[in-house]
């Protein structure tokens, strides 16, 4: 029973991680054509539908580490992913006036590099038990400089959102209601930023210790 679920798993997180990683070829690709034909200002239209789902099927992961499925540690897995959701959302998908920025193209770009080799890293381990030596080099060293790129593109479009947000109104609750409660969106953004500045480190440090144990035992093979 135990070599049943076992095999379902597999299955599952194989279908999973090549779906996904198929999402993340078609937002390259996109972003790719929209930037030779039509340059910056074009990507995120191009994108737009791809990178939602791709970028939102990303919470199953939190899920799948919540339940045990995989081994990656929510701790790391949570930020990461609602950062991402964050923009995705709450600031490209709510305030138009980002979109056509040029850092939603070195956003997307660094997005979607990431997570093609990431999933494809994933899909083959789990649908062959074994990824190419290759493979598992780009899985820990692209992030040396796609990490800082997003993570650059993440908080410049906040940063670039919030006049928009402020002057919206949009996403806020005011006093006086029936809750006694108030939430504005604008200093949520605010401190979504801030979290930024321990986070991103931390993050960083963190795939650095990964990068470290993963290489090794690649040079003791």
């Not at 890293?121 to 062959?128: I, P, S, T």
């Not at 919030?162 to 504005?184: E, G, H, Q, T, V």
């Not at 930024?196 to 470290?212: A, C, F, I, N």
Request: aromatic share 16%.
């Amino acid at each position: 029973m135990a070599s049943f679920f076992s095999t379902v798993k597999r299955i599952y997180l194989a279908i999973y991680n090549w779906a996904v990683f198929t999402g993340w070829i078609q937002v390259l690709i996109f972003a790719i054509k929209a930037l030779n034909e039509s340059g910056p200002a074009a990507v995120y239209d191009a994108v737009e539908k791809p990178l939602q789902l791709a970028q939102t099927a990303a919470i199953l992961e939190i899920i799948h580490g919540l339940i045990g499925l995989v081994r990656s540690p929510v701790s790391a897995t949570l930020p990461q992913i609602g950062s991402r959701l964050f923009v995705t959302w709450g600031i490209l998908h709510s305030f138009p006036e980002t979109r056509t920025h040029i850092l939603v193209s070195s956003l997307v770009i660094s997005w979607s590099l990431t997570e093609i080799i990431r999933y494809s890293f994933f899909g083959m381990k789990e649908a062959l038990g074994f990824t190419p030596s290759w493979l598992l080099w780009l899985r820990y060293s692209t992030f040396l400089l796609l990490y800082p790129t997003g993570i650059t593109s993440e908080v410049g479009l906040i940063y670039i959102a919030l006049p928009y947000i402020k002057a919206s109104d949009k996403f806020c609750f005011r006093m006086p209601n029936k809750w006694n409660f108030s939430f504005d969106y604008y200093f949520a953004s605010l401190a979504v930023l801030g979290i930024y500045v321990p986070g991103s480190p931390h993050m960083y440090t963190y795939m650095l210790g990964q990068r470290k144990k993963a290489l090794s035992k690649l040079k003791a093979a």
